[in-house]
């Protein structure tokens, strides 16, 4: 069955560096998100990409995160200045064109601020 | 704002008995989609069931079956015959039907554990 992988499955970085997280989502799928999840707390929606675009972004995305779709494949999450509430586990999903497909999550990258 | 709210922080069930799991959701729309993701150990976000909010069948899938209740805005999952597998960290998530970003909007979670 596809599935969505992502890369690295675990990232520790300096505070104030950057970090690209990535994603291959499932190959004929044409929305992509992703997630934060602070341990032990619940997952939050950061941002959705669709038609090579943002279509939605929360309020914890600003002008530190960017999201990118380089190739036909990958799907990027871009980390600037990073701080140490950033730690957090990441998750990339996509999803179908069907409006009752649901979303596929990959196993997540820990990201782990210094 | 869409919320989704889990009461329960922690359940506990035997191996073998049926455990039900609880979530409301607080919306004004009519059409969406409720889901039950599964997160175990390893910190995977699995799909467990689906469900259609103009559908008035309860969804099931094998021993994983939810009473959704559409007036009260209430959508638990009953998980039977339960297996040392079956722990883990349950999330309940809403998405808006008629949106073209369709994020999820995700409870706060019920860590079930089963007893052998």
């Known amino acids: 069955e596809p599935e969505v992988t992502q890369t690295p499955s675990h990232q520790v970085t300096q505070m104030g560096q950057e970090v690209i997280l990535r994603c291959v989502p499932i190959s004929n799928h044409l929305y992509f998100y992703w997630y934060r999840q602070i341990l032990g707390q619940k997952v939050e929606f950061l941002v959705s990409f669709y038609n090579n675009e943002i279509s939605e972004k929360s309020e914890i995305f600003d002008d530190q995160f960017s999201v990118e779709r380089p190739d036909g494949s990958n799907f990027t999450l871009k980390i600037r200045s990073t701080k140490l509430e950033d730690s957090a586990m990441y998750f990339c999903?996509?999803?179908?064109?069907?409006?009752?497909?649901?979303?596929?999550f990959g196993d997540g990258t820990r990201l782990s601020i210094l | 704002a869409q919320t989704v709210t889990q009461s329960q922080p922690e359940m506990s069930v035997q191996e073998a008995e049926t455990v039900t799991l609880s979530c409301t959701y607080d919306?004004?729309?009519?059409?969406?989609?409720l889901f039950w993701y599964k997160q175990p150990p390893s910190r995977q976000m699995i799909l467990v069931i689906r469900?259609?909010?103009?559908?008035?069948q309860n969804a099931t899938e094998n021993r994983f079956s939810v009473n959704f209740q559409k007036a009260a805005k209430s959508f638990s999952l009953k998980i039977s015959d339960s297996q040392l597998g079956d722990a883990a960290m349950y999330f309940c998530?809403?998405?808006?039907?008629?949106?073209?970003?369709?994020?999820?909007?995700f409870g706060q979670g019920t860590e079930l554990s089963v007893k052998p």
């Open positions: 919306t004004s729309e009519s059409d969406y989609y």
């Open positions: 999903a996509s999803r179908g064109q069907a409006p009752n497909q649901p979303q596929h």
């Open positions: 998530a809403y998405r808006k039907a008629n949106n073209q970003g369709g994020k999820l909007i």
């Open positions: 469900q259609e909010a103009y559908k008035q």
